[in-house]
């Protein structure tokens, strides 16, 4: 039998990065070689250890300038010119890994060229990068698709075409957005409108059915997944049982193998941060006592106005609580008139109860004891992250995504408060106090967690999947 060897390619964004790389960190755990594919952008800025002699780093160009700021308003920039300019690199690279191992001289570009590494045998694809899959199995490697997304969300996805037929979307978005959403299986009980990416909102008055551009990237992914031989979750049946079961019977192989990063792991994780983690805040949290810190943190893409971001430090400063902030350089968009940075701002309410950080080590400060809520976007990382460490929080979900995951944290586990569509200094000072004080909010998160951690340690549901998923890939190599 050959050597197991697996090429890893991420959608190049931090939020699927951290998804794809412990799902590499496990299947080295597991004796398989892995060739984990960067952009050469992001190959630069990850500083990317690999900590293992079966790991390493390639990348492809993704076409942008280094000096484009490749943000959220860029995505279909990023993913058109991915698709253009990387696609004939990801093949020529594809096509010397698959036989020989490793990258033929055009395709080194001075990293890593590792003579030890048997010839790739299967790649495991983000499923956003449909044309990535298709290039593997014209080549002749198996490709597996890996969502980075929750399973309710990739539902509410692939029913999109249906709901379009029943006329449930696109709604208008000045209509009632507490209508319950028909016709998404599992989750009738409890999904709104106000539930569904707000890409499928409708702001004119029209009665088309005219879809965002980016809705569609999304429902092709998704319909392309039918195809596929395998469609790997980063979830567990805990959390999302009834859309597995929903999504199983229409896909031909489904593994759900989360949270990975909280799989257990022999060797040191790989670094995964594209900004550098300032690791003083933790420091600082060592000053406060146990569950006294709210963390504020909205992710590596939203981007908020400035009244945004004034609403919520009134309602943080009002909560009384101390807070550590995350905001990126680019989180406040900038905005005419103000004299003072959203950094100076959080300064002026003084170092013992505000830190700001332009990148924390996120994993560590949610296990910090003296974390009590995590202010969140809800990203599907930040989720599984607060989840298994028995974190409350409070979601403020802003694209895709993050609107069905703070649905679930409010309405289906309990374990915080879904602030979604609202952004107002009174809401965020009520909602922070009441993830911060009530019993019954802590401890069901610290149930969930108990059963999150046991579905990925030794004989849990996700480590069983996981087991079930390296068995699949090594008969792939076979
Ligand atoms: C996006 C989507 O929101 C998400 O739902 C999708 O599945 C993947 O892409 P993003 O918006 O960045 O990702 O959010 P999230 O999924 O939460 O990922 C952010 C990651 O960055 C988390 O792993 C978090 O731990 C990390 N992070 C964030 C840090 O390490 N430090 C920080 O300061 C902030």
Known sequence: MAEAHVLVFPCPAQGHINSMLPFAAALLDTGVFVTFLHTDHNLRRASSVAGSPRLRFLSVPDGLPDDHPRSLGDMMELERSLREVGAVRYRALLASLSSAGRPSQDDSDGVDDDQSFPPVTCVVVDGLLTWAIDAAEELGVPALAFRTSSACSFLAYQTIPELVELGELPFPACGDLDEPVRGVPGMESFLRRRDLPSLCRRSGGTGGVD?????????????????????????????????????????????????????????????????????????????????????????????????????????????????????????????????????????????????????????????????????????????????VEGVPMVCWPFFGDQLINSRNVGAVWRTGLDMKDVCDRAVVERMVREAMESDEVRSSAQKLARVVRRDVSEGGSSAREFQRLVRFIKELSM
Not at 258 to 271: D, K, V
Request: one cysteine or more; charged letters at 15%; glycine letters at 6%.
């Open 211 to 387: 879809l965002d551009p980016i809705l569609h990237v999304f429902a092709e992914a998704t319909a392309h997944s039918r195809e596929v031989r395998a469609l790997v979750f980063n979830t567990t049946a805990s959390l999302e049982g009834p859309a597995l079961a929903h999504i199983a019977p229409r896909m031909r192989n489904v593994f759900a193998v989360g949270p990975l990063h909280a799989m257990s792991s022999s060797a040191p994780a790989p670094a995964s941060s594209l900004w550098s983690e300032d690791d003083g805040c933790i420091a600082w949290l060592d000053c406060q006592p146990d569950r006294s810190v709210v963390y504020v943190s909205l992710g590596s893409l939203a981007v908020i106005k400035h009244d945004q971001f004034a609403e919520f430090l009134s309602g943080l400063v009002a909560a009384g609580y101390p807070f550590l902030w995350v905001l990126r350089a680019d989180t406040v968009a900038a905005s005419k008139g103000q004299h003072t940075t959203p950094q100076e701002s959080i300064g002026a309410v003084g170092e013992d109860k505000a830190r700001v950080v332009a990148w924390a080590p996120q994993r560590d400060v949610l296990r910090h004891r003296a974390v009590g809520c995590f202010l969140t976007h809800a990203g599907w990382n930040s989720t599984l992250e607060a989840a």
